[in-house]
């Protein structure tokens, strides 16, 4: 008889590398208000609601392991224009688009998606596609 398979509780750390980690951290902590969490010269961890953490790495800090008191975490690295999205409630989609305009952050795409919800697509300072999507993209918000 198989055994029952462990489960995983959620994604803790999603991680974006940039030129820039100054530049970056202070993206994301003054237009979503992130609090930092770690920071030094290789990466930036960043609080994100619900539990989780948006890692910044310096493009090519990271690529040799890093030896911890805990043990080594192995060398990682990534490139080109990658995408995260965030969930924000449809009551909140109007002062996004306000806050965004105001902080003169233009929105580059708006999608009405099948399901009812809505998404704003914009860039970080590296780029990177960053979505704010309310419920009713999929079918598990």
């Not at 806050?99 to 580059?108: C, D, F, K, N, S």
């Not at 914009?122 to 596609?129: F, I, K, Q």
């Amino acid at each position: 008889m198989p055994r029952e398979r462990p489960s995983i509780a959620h994604v803790l750390e999603t991680s974006l590398y940039v030129e820039d980690l100054e530049r970056s951290a202070s993206f994301y902590t003054e237009l979503f208000g992130f609090p930092v969490f770690f920071q030094d010269s290789r990466m930036c961890a960043l609080g994100v609601p619900g539990a989780q953490v948006l890692l910044l790495f310096r493009k090519g800090a990271t690529q040799a392991p890093a030896r911890t008191s805990g043990g080594t975490i192995p060398g990682h690295g990534g490139s080109g224009e990658l995408h995260l999205c965030f969930a924000i409630e449809a009551e909140q989609l109007e002062r996004w688009e306000e806050a965004l305009t105001a902080a003169a952050i233009p929105v580059e795409s708006r999608v009405h998606w099948p399901r009812g919800g809505v998404s704003l697509y914009l860039r970080d300072p590296d780029g990177h596609s960053l979505e704010l999507a309310t419920p009713g993209v999929w079918p598990n918000r």
